[in-house]
């Protein structure tokens, strides 16, 4: 998905702050994760631009918020999937601790 698909959408500052905020955001999480496979940059990508677009929808333009609320979301995305393989990489007695 890509962000420029939607710049008609929006007045041109507030297509600005929400590029800002994904360069701004991939740049922070580019850091944190050196090593990902091109599925991984692809899949975060796309999350990242989901997140701000559907937040921008929602009136929110501030850069710094719509990256805080990006990389929240990214992370919240990749724990749910974490959090549905735990029971299947633990073992039974520790889950039933």
Same mark, same amino acid.
């Given at each position: 998905m890509r962000l420029q +698909?939607?710049?008609s959408f929006f007045r041109p500052e507030e297509f600005e702050a929400m590029t800002a905020a994904y360069d701004a955001a991939w740049q922070q999480l580019q850091t944190n994760r050196r090593t %990902? /496979?091109?599925d991984q940059v692809r899949v975060l990508k796309k999350n990242l631009a989901q997140i701000i677009l559907a937040s921008?929808? /929602?009136g929110k333009r501030d850069v710094e918020r719509l990256k805080e609320i990006a990389l929240l979301g990214v992370s919240s995305r990749l724990l749910h999937k974490l959090g549905m393989l735990l &029971? +299947?990489? %633990? &073992?039974g007695a520790l889950l039933a601790a």
């Open positions: +698909q939607y710049s %990902l /496979t091109a921008a929808c /929602t &029971p +299947q990489l %633990l &073992p």
